[in-house]
């Protein structure tokens, strides 16, 4: 049987290796969210800085990563009033760096396929837990992209969020294994990422044509984006769930 460990881009050159792989092929298909003024400005220098803050969990029979966790230390004054702004306010806010960090940011955790449904990212949660206390943080928090949201995009977050399944258990799965993991939900992010691009990019991203302007549900988006065929411009702003966890 598999013994996971956990390990971090810090540990070896093939590690980071294979960290990034996992990432971009986790998240190839939603490569648009690239392109926030937070993704451009700070994060893979983030990911650089901090390689000791990203973690990945190891099977230490084939030496591989089967999961990975992105993190980032900042300053959070209030982690039960998160603002609007989630994945990109983290980002923006480890990149200033201007106040000594109290809490752990959670920025993604990427499963391969043939390694999901195992549990495996919740260790990577304990694992960011565990990080918080070492470094003496308050504790972690984290703009959940709920998994299943893509499917009901015109649905408010805040609806979506009370939905339950036949065992009363939360609807989405992602949200569901926080809350499972010890997370709290502590509001929304309504604005966690915003991509605003010309009318073109959205075109060759979703390979369809905006000839009139309005909202529009695109393949693995939260929400529908934006058009203004005027300004020629689509914006995304996609919606998170915040949730926070006390340091373990």
Not at 3 to 21: C, G, H, N, Q
Not at 52 to 61: G, P, T, Y
Not at 231 to 247: C, I, K, M, T
């Amino acid at each position: 049987m598999s013994r996971y460990v956990v390990r971090t881009r810090a540990d070896s050159p093939a590690l980071k290796r294979a960290a990034i792989a996992i990432e971009q092929s986790a998240w190839n298909a939603l490569g648009y969210l690239n392109f926030t003024r937070a993704h451009f400005q700070h994060y893979d220098e983030l990911l650089e800085r901090y390689a000791d803050f990203q973690i990945c969990l190891v099977d230490e029979d084939t030496g591989y990563p089967v999961a990975i966790g992105c993190s980032v230390p900042f300053y959070c004054a209030d982690p039960s009033r998160l603002p609007a702004e989630g994945w990109d306010w983290i980002v923006e806010s480890a990149g200033r760096a201007e106040v000594a960090p109290n809490m752990l940011g959670g920025l993604g955790i990427s499963v391969p396929h043939v390694h999901r449904s195992k549990g495996l990212a919740r260790l990577v949660i304990a694992a960011m837990r565990d990080l918080a206390v070492k470094c003496g943080f308050e504790g972690v928090v984290i703009p959940v992209r709920p998994t299943a949201k893509s499917r009901h995009p015109d649905v408010p977050m805040s609806e979506y969020v009370t939905w339950t399944d036949d065992k009363g258990r939360s609807y989405d799965p992602w949200l569901r294994s926080h809350l499972a993991s010890g997370g709290k939900i502590v509001g929304e992010a309504t604005r966690s990422m915003v991509v605003e691009e010309p009318i073109a990019f959205w075109e060759t991203w979703t390979g369809r044509t905006f000839d009139h302007s309005g909202e529009f549900a695109i393949d693995g988006a939260l929400a529908p984006i934006k058009v203004d065929l005027d300004a020629g411009v689509g914006r995304y702003a996609e919606p998170n769930v915040w949730f926070a966890y006390q340091a373990a």
